[in-house]
């Protein structure tokens, strides 16, 4: 069965500093893998998709950046962190219909 | 644009009631629909999904939900709600068929009340 990692879970940055954040999906092959970000009480925002190595599609302007470095391997990256940048981030997949599958999440202060 | 709503961002159930959520949705086309619950610092689980046929799907931990196209509704029921159904729901629509791309609503938030 697939199954759908993010790490780490909880990550504490200073203003400022560089940020990496990883997905990975086991269990299937070529998936469109998604980044979105939760602030506290709103919904989901959407800010990345790719629909496969090296095809990155960024759906908001900001301070965040996305690769995909392997079929199957999501990264979320900053040079340099904002106090906006805190929140709840969350990687999802989907192959082959349209629900998406979500990752349990990073839950990012930056300070 | 596409876009969906959520009226309610707080409800409160006593255990046991009946429970509605609300969504409406804005989108030209025939849309593909999702309720989404999550548990406070978790991520989000698939409740039930429509696509076309039958209006009213049934989802996991006994939710069910009615598509109303002339009302351009997608609400989310249970008829008898329990203490462990206190969470956020989300109501979700596809934007891109080609790029699988969701639109989320801001969310209800369920508590419930002894």
């Known amino acids: ?12 940055q200073p203003v400022g500093s560089p940020l990496s954040l990883e997905c990975t999906v086991e269990g299937t092959s ?14 989901l925002q959407l800010l990345f998709y ?29 040079k340099k962190l904002l106090l906006s940048d805190s929140g709840f ?21 930056v300070l | 644009a596409q876009s969906v709503t959520q009226p309610d961002i707080h409800i409160t159930v006593s255990e046991g009631a009946s429970l509605e959520l609300r969504c ?38 006994g939710f069910e939900a009615e598509f109303k196209r002339s009302q351009s509704s997608f609400n989310l029921r249970k ?8 969470a956020e729901y989300f109501c979700a629509v596809v934007v891109n068929t080609g790029f699988q791309k969701l639109v989320f609503g801001t969310g209800t938030r369920l508590l419930v009340s002894p």
């Open chain 1, 1 to 12: 069965s697939q199954t759908i990692h993010q790490w780490p879970a909880t990550l504490v």
């Open chain 1, 89 to 109: 981030y969350l990687c999802a997949w989907v192959e082959g219909g349209y629900e998406q599958f979500f990752g349990p999440g990073t839950r990012l202060t």
């Open chain 1, 30 to 43: 070529n998936p469109n893998l998604y980044w979105y970000r939760q602030a506290a009480g709103r919904g």
């Open chain 2, 79 to 86: 008829p008898s709600v329990h203490w462990s159904d206190a």
């Open chain 1, 50 to 78: 790719s629909v496969g190595i090296g095809q990155i599609s960024s759906e908001v302007p900001q301070n965040l950046s996305a690769s995909r470095p392997q079929d199957r391997q999501f990264i979320l990256s900053s």
């Open chain 2, 24 to 61: 409406n949705y804005s989108y030209g086309a025939t849309p593909y629909l999702f309720w989404y619950v999550q548990s406070p610092g978790q991520g989000l689980q698939l409740l039930l999904k429509y696509f076309s046929g039958d209006t009213l799907v049934q989802g996991i931990k």
